[in-house]
Every structure is written in C-alpha cells, then in structure tokens.
C-alpha cells in the first residue's frame, strides 16, 4: 500500500500527465452528457429500447472500421498532434448534433462520423501515456487515468440527467461540444510531444491492420488478456445501453436515468482502488473471481423494481469491472513501443465492437422480454463462458503475472 501511495504521488508530479489527465476527464464528462442526451432524445422520438441502446451501440460499433485502420496512425503521426485534431473534429461534430429538429437517420449518421475519432484519439493517448511512464508507475498512472474516466462517466450521467431536464437536449449537447475544445487546449498547451520510433509510411492501412491481429494474436498472453478483457466488458456493457429504458419501464425521469447509468461506474472506481491493493503478482489470478463478481448481482435484475435499489445492483457487479484496469495495463506493456497503436487498435477494436453487438443483441432481446431480464440473461451467458477462459495455459499467466515491461475501455 505504502508503494501505491508513493506512485500515485510520483505520477501526479509529471505536469504532462497531470494534463493528459484532466483532458481525459473533461472529455469523458461531456461525452456521457452526450449519451444520455441523445438516448433521451432518440427513446422519446421512437418509442423503442432498440433505438435507444443503439444510440450507445454505434460508439462501439464505429470501432470495427476505424479501430484496426485508424489506430496506427499514432505511430505515423506525433501523438498529441493526432488527440488535439480529433479532439476539435469531435467537437463540430457535436455542435451538429446540437441543431433543433434534425432527422433521426442524420443523428444516427453524425454519432457515426464522430465514432470514427474514438479510435485514433484512444490509441494515441494509450501509447503516450505508456511513453511518458513505465513499469509499475504505468499501472497506477493507468488507474488514476481509469478512475478519473469513469468517474466522468459518473458524473456525465448524472450531470446529463440533470442537465437535459433543467437545459433540454440541444444545450446539454452544446455543453459537451465545450469539453472537446478545452480538452484540446489543454492538450497543445500543456503537454509536450514526446519522441518515439516512427514508423516507416510505406504499409497500406489495410497492411498495418492485419499486422495488429498478427501481432496480437500470435502472442498467447495478450490473448489470454484480451479474452478477459472482453468477457467482463460484455458481462456488464447493457447495463449502459439498457438504463434508459429500465427507468422508462418504471416511469422514472431523467436524474433517476443518469443515476442507474452510472452506478457500474461506480463500482469500477471502488473496485479499482481496491484491486490496487493486491500484490501486482496475484492480481491476475483473482480474474475468474471479479467475473463471478461482476455477473452475480447483474443475475437478480428482473427482481428488483426499485431503481435506488437496482441502481446499487449495479455498482456492485461494477467492482468486478476494475478487471480490465489490470488486463489492460499488461497488454500494453507487453507490446513494444512502436507498434503500441497497431496492438492497441486491434484490441480496441475487438473489444469495442464486440461490446457494439452485444448492445443491439441486448436491445433486441429487451423488445422480447424487458431490459432487467435481458440484462440478467447476457450475464449468465457470460459465467457460461467463464469455464472456457479458465483453461489457459498455465505458464502463459506465471509469464504474465505481475510482470512489468511488456487491453482494453472498457
């Protein structure tokens, strides 16, 4: 503990990192103001929990394309010059979103466009967080980056509850478009390019794709920690997309709906300050455990009519969640420096997009059965596949374990 305490002391004096921090933050806060906005929007125009979750969805889903063809740009290109571009882009385009009475089918084609900027902007800020600290100091540098972004999660949706109540959509989305633009000056003003080996131009996007699935999935560890990376995320991703309609199921209001999306974050804030507190060597092997941990409360959803109550579910199968903290900090410091945008974009792109099809496979099964139960019913699908995971090899996880130098977020 006394080490953890110093590290984050240690990290928090790096004035680039203080300010990679921040801008993570401000981002994320407006960007869930933006979830929950255009949910709102999308499930009162339509009437449809469908709808609704695919406005979460397509976020997700954007990163099947743009992942593996965009997430090596931050090997070609300086890294805070690829964030601050994306950064700007992704602020126009949420200003678009903001214009009174557009059509569903252009809010549906602008979340789109502005899910293509996801990945490149990610993929630059992993690796250059990962240039800027290393070892041991990189996994608590990773969790104060975690905790600050999901406690913007928190606090976007409740802010954007409580924002499209007293504002309405179209200002809750202009207060969003706001974040990017600070974000962006933050990031050219206060933090320093660093150097890094730049790749050779001469690979086709296509080319530098494939070589990230070759080079992740030739390697049995990252793998391992990819699959345990997308089984807690997709064991927990519809509590997201489904909130809105489970407190539209229970005529709740808007407050009541950024609450209940919320509370997995949470938990992820808790659990992570938790999981820290282990020794980094006995961190992986509690995996199956935060699985467990995470499906376990998800199960009894449909019996629960209180969203307080529903919304305090929630955040504890958010604890498990703090899992991809510790995933995602080996598996980048496993990749070389140089191809960590390549790594990082197939993984992302794995991760996310899989997360986007469970989502729409969630919003359908809600129109059948309702959005608690189809909740429950994809955690139980995914203890289903627990067992599978658990038969990994057991050198590759003694090679991992704890073990400094070599994904991910969810």
């Known amino acids: 503990m006394s080490t953890n305490r ?12 203080r300010a990679l921090l921040l801008s993570d933050g401000l981002s994320t806060l407006g960007d869930q103001v933006a979830r929950i906005a255009v949910a709102l929007l999308v499930l009162e125009r339509s009437g449809s929990a469908l709808a609704a979750s695919a406005t979460y969805a397509l976020s ?6 743009a992942g593996p063809l965009l997430s090596a740009l ?6 805070r010059r690829v964030m601050v571009v994306c950064d700007l882009l992704r602020a126009a385009l949420v200003a678009v979103l903001a214009l009174p009475g557009l059509p569903l089918w252009t809010v549906f084609a602008v979340l789109t466009v502005t899910g293509l900027l996801a990945p490149p902007n990610d993929a630059a800020r992993s690796a250059l967080l990962a240039d800027l600290l290393d070892g041991e100091q990189y996994v608590v540098a990773n969790a104060l980056n975690n905790i600050v972004g999901q406690a913007g999660q928190v606090l976007g949706f409740l802010l954007g509850g409580a924002l ?4 309405g959509v179209q200002r809750a989305l202009l207060v969003d478009a706001g974040t990017f633009l600070v974000s962006a ?10 150097p890094f080996e730049r790749l050779a131009a001469s690979a086709s996007a296509v080319g530098e794709a494939l070589a990230g699935v070759r080079l992740v999935m030739g390697d049995p560890r990252l793998r391992n920690l990819l699959g345990w990376g997308l089984l807690t995320a997709c064991s927990i991703i519809a509590t997201e997309g489904l909130a809105v309609a489970a407190v539209d199921e229970q005529d709740g209001g808007p407050l009541l709906a950024g609450v209940l999306t919320g509370a997995p974050p949470v938990g992820f804030l808790v659990g992570s300050w938790l999981l820290l507190r282990v020794a980094p060597e006995r961190r992986e092997g509690l995996f199956p455990w935060l699985v467990a941990a995470t499906c376990a409360p998800l199960l009894l959803s449909p019996l629960v009519d209180d969203l307080w109550l529903l919304a305090g579910l929630w955040a504890v199968a958010g604890l498990g969640n703090a899992l991809q903290l510790i995933a995602n900090s080996s598996f980048v410091q496993a990749v070389p420096r140089h191809l960590r945008g390549r790594a990082f974009g197939f993984a992302g792109s794995t991760l996310f997009a899989t997360q986007g099809v469970v989502l729409l ?31 990994a090899p057991r050198q590759i996880q003694a090679q991992g374990s704890g073990a400094p130098g070599r994904s991910g977020q969810t």
């Not at 110093?6 to 990192?17: G, K, N, P, T, W």
């Not at 000056?185 to 660093?194: A, W």
Request: proline share 6%.
């Open 60 to 65: 997700y889903l954007t990163w099947m394309i």
């Open 185 to 194: 000056l933050l990031l050219q003003l206060l933090v320093r390019e660093r």
């Open 361 to 391: 496979g969630a919003g359908g099964l809600a129109e059948l059965t309702g959005p608690r139960e189809a909740v429950s019913l994809l955690a139980a699908a995914s203890l289903l596949v627990l067992p599978f995971l658990r038969r």
């Open 164 to 167: 499209v109540l007293a504002l």
């Open 74 to 79: 931050p090997d070609r290109y300086p890294r």
């Open 6 to 17: 110093a590290s984050y002391r240690a990290v928090l004096r790096d004035r680039d990192f």
